[in-house]
């Protein structure tokens, strides 16, 4: 089905015949991508080049980046493409402190190769410390040499990381319930803008920020909080860049669990903090992400949802663009931005809204919950 009159109908950019990757955006995937080391579901025993960055020698690095540089020249065809060039790197944090959950295995990983590298060392504290030394080491270089050699590959393109920086997931829950938000309500925990100053050499060889402000279901104004908290983090991050502040091109969904047969899209108040918020704050642009999983159940919803809802949305936020942003707030960093002034008086503007949810559709999303990185 050819979605690209629709696309175009209300001004949202999408890549030359609908390319999965193209001239528009090109996102590489870890498992499709050079040789990206990481170990299979997440065990021991089922390492994939070698498993872990530490394991990587200087021929297998060469080998990467070899096979990385066919993956872009065969995805992105023209030299001087301008496009958005994203690096998708999940399944190892670039930090040890931030391998948790599942990823401790390469915290574990990281020991044991410390141990064998130098046994005659005992001190569980010095080889703790050696093993967060090299495995971060590690990963520095295998990242840099990835994201340079891609920018001189093709260096018009805005290269940068998916999902960077980073943010705790708990972010815009309310430390008190019983009293008014207060900052820290909005923004990431200082841990993790530490993680983010430790990583700034990721950020001083990129182009462009990509941050992920994905929701689950949740309330509308904690969701609001949690993507305020995303772009300030990213804002302080893109200002440490010089001379000028690097670009952001946030990721978000219109769904909350595109993954499910069921359709489940956000609602107008959830499209407020992912697109009007971010407009607000300063992004250069929104990168609309979802799954291809039971498509074709999905596509007509998927293309209803669009024409009715998501691209009306979308195109007012652009012409609200074009004429300077006269009736929105506009971000303070010595301030917050609330709901209510933000989408409350900004949702009756769009004339043409419809919530076009799937008929006898009930939300089967959970909650988000809790938890510290993943």
Request: proline share 6%.
């Amino acid at each position: 089905m050819n979605i690209t009159p629709l696309l175009d109908r209300y001004g949202i950019v999408h890549n030359t015949k609908d390319a999965y990757i193209g001239d528009k955006v090109a996102l590489f995937y870890e498992y499709k991508f050079g040789r990206y080391p990481y170990y299979k579901d997440y065990n021991l025993s089922i390492p994939i080049n070698s498993g872990t960055p530490q394991n990587v020698t200087r021929e297998e690095l060469d080998e990467h980046i070899t096979i990385a540089l066919l993956n872009i020249t065969d995805n992105i065809k023209c030299a001087n493409s301008s496009g958005l060039g994203v690096v998708d790197f999940e399944e190892w944090r670039p930090l040890y402190d931030i391998n948790s959950v599942k990823k401790v295995v390469y915290k574990i990983a990281a020991i044991e190769l410390t141990k064998k590298k130098y046994p005659e060392q005992t001190n569980s504290s010095v080889i703790n410390k050696t093993a967060i030394e090299e495995y971060d080491k590690s990963a520095k270089e295998f990242l840099l040499e990835t994201l340079s050699n891609a920018t001189n590959e093709r260096n018009k393109t805005l290269w940068g990381m998916y999902g960077f920086p980073y943010c705790n997931y708990d972010a815009g829950f309310l430390k008190n319930s019983s009293l008014p938000p207060t900052l820290e309500d909005y923004r990431c925990k200082d841990t993790y803008r530490s993680f983010n100053d430790r990583m700034q050499y990721i950020f001083n060889a990129s182009q462009a920020l990509y941050p992920s402000i994905y929701l689950n279901a949740s309330t509308p104004e904690r969701n609001f909080r949690y993507v305020q908290a995303i772009m300030a983090e990213t804002l302080r991050v893109a200002r440490n860049y010089t001379p000028t502040p690097l670009p952001i091109y946030v990721y978000s969904k219109f769904e909350y669990d595109p993954l499910k047969k069921n359709c489940s899209f956000y609602t107008k108040e959830d499209l407020c903090s992912t697109i009007v918020l971010p407009y607000v704050m300063g992004a250069n642009g929104i990168i609309f992400w979802s799954s291809s999983s039971n498509m074709k159940d999905r596509c007509d919803i998927v293309r209803n949802f669009t024409n009715t809802t998501l691209g009306p949305f979308v195109k007012e936020v652009l012409n609200e663009s074009r004429v300077n942003g006269t009736l929105l707030p506009r971000y303070n960093e010595t301030t917050i931005l609330t709901f209510n002034e933000t989408c409350s008086t900004y949702l009756p503007k769009i004339v043409d809204f419809i919530d076009s949810r799937c008929p006898n559709y009930t939300s089967t999303a959970k909650p988000i919950t809790t938890q510290n990185g993943a």
